[in-house]
């Protein structure tokens, strides 16, 4: 089953000038599948993931995710297609300094208000203990690593079990041994929870790991 | 008039009448206005001794102050007396027209540097608040990018403004009352009102009112021009541009 479909997807920057920086890309995810983007800087492949992840929706071509049409949906249905179907990782861990590891974790579920506290709370220590930092959980997000940081960014991108996990560099700013850490449970969640993965490196050793690697030039996939 | 002719309760004076008349008067009560114009020159005497006095019969009267217990009323009661008895009736507001044109100014002057006051105050904190959203930049962008809407991180923004408005006003309100109860009990001593020992204040659950309401409005509308800016944020270009 295709968790992610991309129909002839470009789109164009009008300012400045007139450039074409994503040309009739089309591509399909399955349910389970780990794949990452490789390419040269600006060939196109974080403007690809801004449009598969719903932010961008200045694009033309069509966009499916669980074989639903997301192409043309107003930004509150956006935003609500973001927080239950997809989990984002960044290159920055964008934590919210003020708040707790767990209450970092716990936020885009409360925001999706199907659980109750007390189930959210639970999730959230579940996911933790999954990324092995359930014991920080009560400090504040200022006092981790870096590495320790970018696994409470996974655990928040888990907590409402999407369909897809997208990252636009999640290892970019880790040492080689957290980003080691990281491809593990990347590689863990895609066989244990069959969760899909699209990741955007350009780290040629993580990305030779993976089950399919899409290379990018030019706004064009070549691979 | 009491310390000017050296007199005390209990002491006979006479008064002689235009009319070569002299009267014999017993002093049986001192009493002060607070004006000093009245006090220089005033003294009461009854009603039967007043129209003696002025060699009148005694059913001569010149005037009748009449005291409502609504102020308000007066123009309006005023006219009605002067219709019912045909006489001539002036109403407190016209009799006092320099008394209240002076307030009204004053009143207007004190409400038009307060609101200045509370703008100006308006506008630092629409200053902090447009600053806190740069800051917040990156936080803005990863609830977006985790499911929050755009109204979402307006209201958090706005609700931010209102708690600062809340707490201002509260506290503010408070200072006020402490500063106005220490000014109460300020001594201020003048000729022209001897019965006030301590500035005069007005308690008026009114004016706090009017207060607290000024202050929300104020921080409403200043949290709510930042948070629109908040809400229009695409979190693509904070993110991409890291």
């Known amino acids: 089953m295709a968790i992610l479909t991309a129909k002839a997807i470009s789109k164009s920057f009008h300012f400045p000038d007139e450039i074409e920086i994503l040309k009739d890309i089309s591509l399909e995810i399955q349910s389970g599948e780990f794949v990452s983007i490789m390419g040269k800087s600006g060939c196109g492949k974080s403007t690809l993931l801004y449009i598969l992840s719903t932010m961008d929706t200045d694009y033309t071509g069509e966009l499916y995710i669980s074989d639903q049409l997301i192409t043309g949906e107003n930004a509150e249905n956006l935003a609500r297609i973001r927080n239950s179907k997809i989990g984002f990782v960044f290159q920055f861990h964008y934590l919210l ?17 199907v659980k109750s506290k007390e189930e959210i709370m639970h999730d959230a220590m579940e996911k933790l203990k999954l990324l092995n930092i359930e014991d920080q959980s009560k400090k504040l997000t200022s006092r981790l690593s870096g590495g320790q940081k970018q696994r409470v960014a996974i655990a928040r991108a888990l907590i409402n ?18 980003a080691e850490i990281v491809f593990d449970i990347f590689k863990e969640l895609t066989e244990k929870e069959k969760m899909s993965l699209l990741i955007v490196t350009h780290d040629v050793d993580f990305a030779n790991k993976t089950d399919r690697i899409i290379h990018m030039e030019d706004g064009k996939i070549i691979a | 008039m009491q310390k000017k002719l050296a007199l ?55 005037d009748i102050n009449i005291k409502l217990k609504h102020m308000e009323e007066s123009p309006a009661f005023a006219r ?118 301590t500035y005069p204040i007005k308690y008026e659950v009114k004016y706090y009112l009017i207060g607290l309401t000024f202050a929300l409005v104020s921080t409403f509308f200043a949290g709510y021009f930042p948070s629109r800016k908040a809400e229009k944020m695409d979190p693509v270009d904070i993110i991409r541009g890291q």
């Open chain 1, 97 to 113: 300094a003020e708040f707790s590891v767990l209450e970092n974790v716990m936020l885009p579920a409360k925001k999706l208000g």
């Open chain 1, 161 to 178: 079990n999407p369909g897809i996990i997208m990252g636009d560099e999640p290892t970019g700013n880790l040492d080689s041994k957290n």
């Open chain 2, 80 to 197: 009605a007396m002067e219709i019912k008895f045909n006489i001539t009736a002036v109403d407190i507001q016209s009799a006092n027209a320099q008394f209240e044109t002076g307030t009204f100014v004053r009143n207007l002057i004190s409400y038009a540097v307060s609101i200045t006051l509370l703008i100006v105050a308006g506008f630092g904190i629409y200053n902090i608040l447009n600053m806190l959203i740069y800051e917040k930049m990156n936080d803005i962008a990863i609830l977006k990018a985790t499911g929050f809407s755009g109204p979402d991180v307006r209201w958090i923004f706005i609700s931010q403004a209102i708690i600062i408005g809340i707490i201002g006003g509260v506290l503010g309100l408070i200072l006020g009352y402490i500063v106005s109860s220490i000014i109460d009990h300020t001594p201020f001593n003048t000729q022209a009102m001897p019965t006030i020992k």
């Open chain 2, 8 to 62: 005390k309760k209990g002491d006979y004076i006479q008064i002689g009448t235009i009319g070569g008349e002299i009267h014999a008067l017993k002093i049986i009560g001192l009493y002060q206005s607070g004006m000093s114009d009245i006090d220089n020159v005033h003294s009461y005497v009854n009603l039967q001794m007043a129209q003696r006095i002025l060699g009148e019969s005694n059913d001569f009267i010149t």
